[in-house]
C-alpha cells in the first residue's frame, strides 16, 4: 500500500532511519501477533524484547547515559509507529520514557548516574503514579502522605491507574509532604516524586517491605500492557530517593512529565487512525456490493475523504507540538491542543472504518474490532478531554487577556 498520509518534512537521514526500522519491525513482530496477544491480555514479552534490542527504551536518553539522545520529535514519530501496530506497546514505552526524561530534567547527578545507563538498556523499565481512587486529574487532592523519619521517609497510601505497574523496575510516585510548609500554603507545593525501586510481579513486593501491587485492572481495550493499582503501608524509602533532592518540587516534576507524555498520548492518536484508515481504504477496494467495490460508491468515498484530512490534521499539530518542545519553548497549549484533538479524530476514524466494515467489524477476527475498544483509552488516558479543554481555554485566556 502506497504512503500519502502523516509525511513529516525535514527529516534528518538518522530520523529516518529510525522511524524506517521501527516500522519494519511493527509490520514483522507486532502486527501479526498484536489481536491474539490482545485478545488473551498477554504481555508481549518478546515484543519488548525486540524494541530493547532496537533501542527504543533510550531513545530520548542522552548519549553519555548510553541512550541515542533523540529529540521528542524523532521519539513521538516512533510511538506513532509502534501504535499503529499496537497501541499497548506504545504505553509500555511511553510510561518508561516520562520517568526517565523526569529524571534527567529534574533528577540529582546521583539518581541520573545510577537510573540512567540501566533505563537505556532497557533493563530497568519505569512506571510513574499520579492518580489515586477517589481522584483522576484533580492531582491537588492527593492523599497518599510521605513523613519524614531520620534519613528516610515512610509512605502511606493507594495509587491508582499505573501503566507498567506490575511490569515495572522503578516506580514515580507523587506523594504528598508538608514539611515547614504553612497551613494556607497551596496544595502543589507540599507534593513531592518518590523513586522507589522494586521487583517486577503481583502482590507483596519481595523487595520493598510493605509496597503491593494488588493485580491487573481488567480493561474493555488497552490490554497485554499491565495496569495496576499501588497499596503503600509503612513503605520506608530514602531520602537521597526524593527525585531532585529536595521536597515541595513534584507537582512541577509531574506535570513537565506530563507535557511531553500528552504529545504521545497525541502520536498514539495518530498512531492508531492512521491504521484504521489503512484497514478502511483497504477493505473498501475488496468488498463489492452492487456489483462494484464499495470504494466506488460516494458514500463511501466521503467517509474515506473525511477520515484522510482528520489523520493528516492530527499528525500535523502533533509534530508541531513536538517541534516546539524540541526549540526549547512551553508546549502546553499546543500538547494540549494536539492531544484533544488527535483523540478525538482517532475515535472518529476508527468509527467510521467500523462501518465501513459493516458486519464484519464486530467480528473479533477483524482487527478494526480491536482498535474500536483501544481508541476510548486516548479520550482518557494523561488527562481526559475534557481536562484538555480546561487547559486550553486557561491559556487562550492567558494569551489574549485584554486590559482594563
Not at 503503600?232 to 533532592?245: N, S
Request: glycine share 12%; proline share 3%.
Amino acid at each position: 500500500m502506497g504512503e500519502r498520509l502523516a509525511q513529516t518534512e525535514d527529516l534528518t537521514e538518522v530520523q529516518r532511519e529510525i522511524l524506517a526500522t521501527v516500522r519494519a519491525f511493527v509490520d514483522r513482530e507486532v502486527l501479526p501477533v498484536a489481536t491474539e496477544l490482545e485478545h488473551r491480555d498477554e504481555y508481549p514479552t518478546a515484543i519488548v524484547e525486540g524494541l530493547t534490542e532496537l533501542g527504543v527504551f533510550g531513545l530520548m536518553i542522552p548519549e553519555e547515559y548510553g541512550g541515542l539522545g533523540e529529540s521528542l520529535l524523532t521519539y513521538a514519530l516512533t510511538v506513532e509507529e509502534l501504535s499503529r501496530g499496537w497501541m499497548s506497546v506504545s504505553g509500555i514505552v511511553n510510561t518508561h520514557f516520562i520517568v526517565a526524561y523526569m529524571l534527567q530534567q529534574h533528577g540529582t547527578q546521583e539518581q541520573k548516574d545510577y537510573f540512567l545507563p540501566r533505563m537505556a538498556a532497557g533493563e530497568v523499565r519505569g512506571a510513574f503514579s499520579m492518580s489515586e481512587p477517589g481522584l483522576g486529574s484533580d492531582v491537588s487532592a492527593i492523599r497518599t502522605k510521605a513523613v519524614r523519619e531520620g534519613d528516610s521517609y515512610v509512605l502511606n497510601g493507594q495509587k491508582m491507574w499505573l501503566t507498567n505497574g506490575g511490569t515495572s523496575h522503578l516506580v514515580a510516585v507523587l506523594c504528598r509532604t508538608d514539611e515547614g510548609l504553612p497551613d494556607d500554603a497551596p496544595a502543589h507545593r507540599s507534593m513531592t516524586t518518590f523513586l522507589i525501586e522494586k521487583e517486577p510481579g503481583f502482590g507483596p513486593n519481595p523487595k520493598v517491605s510493605g509496597l503491593t501491587v494488588p493485580g491487573k485492572i481488567e480493561k474493555m481495550g488497552y490490554k497485554g500492557v499491565d495496569t495496576t493499582e499501588l497499596v503503600l503501608q509503612d513503605v520506608r524509602v530514602p531520602a537521597d530517593r526524593v527525585l531532585g533532592g529536595s521536597t515541595g518540587r513534584g507537582f512541577y516534576q509531574m506535570m513537565d512529565g506530563v507535557e511531553v507524555g500528552r504529545v504521545n498520548v497525541a502520536a498514539r492518536g495518530c498512531g492508531v487512525a492512521r491504521r484504521a484508515f489503512e484497514l478502511g481504504i483497504s477493505y473498501a477496494q475488496q468488498r463489492h456490493t452492487f456489483g462494484r467495490p464499495i470504494a466506488e460508491h460516494q458514500a463511501i468515498q466521503f467517509k474515506l475523504a473525511e477520515m484522510g484530512v482528520k489523520v493528516e490534521a492530527a499528525h500535523r499539530m502533533m509534530v508541531g507540538a513536538a517541534r516546539k518542545k524540541d526549540s526549547g519553548q512551553r508546549n502546553d497549549l499546543e500538547a494540549g491542543m494536539a492531544k484533544y484533538l488527535a483523540a478525538e479524530y482517532c475515535k472518529e476514524v476508527v468509527e467510521d472504518a467500523f462501518r465501513i466494515h459493516g458486519g464484519y467489524g464486530f467480528s473479533k477476527e477483524y482487527e478494526i474490532e480491536r482498535l474500536y475498544r483501544e481508541a476510548p483509552m486516548l479520550l482518557i488516558g494523561e488527562g481526559t478531554a475534557e481536562i484538555q479543554k480546561m487547559i486550553i481555554g486557561r491559556r487562550l485566556l492567558e494569551e489574549y487577556r485584554i486590559e482594563g
